[in-house]
């Protein structure tokens, strides 16, 4: 059975000015069928119009320590992620696969690509933001839509069912 567990949950309000990076730890939250409480996703919100299928975003420790081999000082939260899953690899999440999480139920729906909101980061700028781009490609995380509403907290399983 696929499992791993929160290292981490991210959020950042939405804060004038500001994109949603890097976002900031809380040690637990509630999960509702928009998103996590107290985080706003400019881009799900305004472009996307709040589509389910990008309730919340994840990514695997593994993905965070391969950047980070690689030179990108690349700490939780940065990429735009609510759920830092340690324990898992990031192969093996697919589309379509079904997470216990807390009390909450999601569902993986798509990767997320990178985009130039990345730039923000201290660690990339104008001059190094193509590079990061193509680094991440394919490693920015997923995206979930959540089917069951619920609390998460820090250390909680992240647990494929069925």
Not at 113 to 141: A, H, N, Q, W
């Amino acid at each position: 059975m696929k499992s791993g567990k929160i290292l981490q949950i991210s959020v950042k309000p939405d804060t004038p000015g500001e994109h949603g990076l890097p976002k900031m730890s809380v040690s637990s939250a509630e999960i509702h069928y928009g998103g996590i409480d107290g985080d706003y996703n400019n881009y799900r919100q305004e472009k996307k119009k709040g589509k389910p299928d990008m309730a919340l975003m994840l990514i695997t420790q593994e993905i965070l320590d391969d950047l980070n081999s690689e030179g990108w000082p690349v700490e939780k939260g940065d990429l735009g992620e609510n759920l830092t899953i340690g324990d898992l690899p990031y192969a093996a999440i697919e589309p379509h696969q079904i997470f216990r999480v807390g009390s909450a139920l999601l569902q993986i729906s798509f990767k997320c690509e990178p985009c130039t909101y990345l730039y923000v980061l201290p660690y990339v700028g104008d001059e190094r933001g193509s590079e990061f781009i193509k680094t991440v490609k394919d490693r920015r995380g997923w995206y979930a839509r959540v089917l069951e509403e619920g609390s998460v907290k820090t250390g909680d399983k992240f647990q494929l069912e069925g």
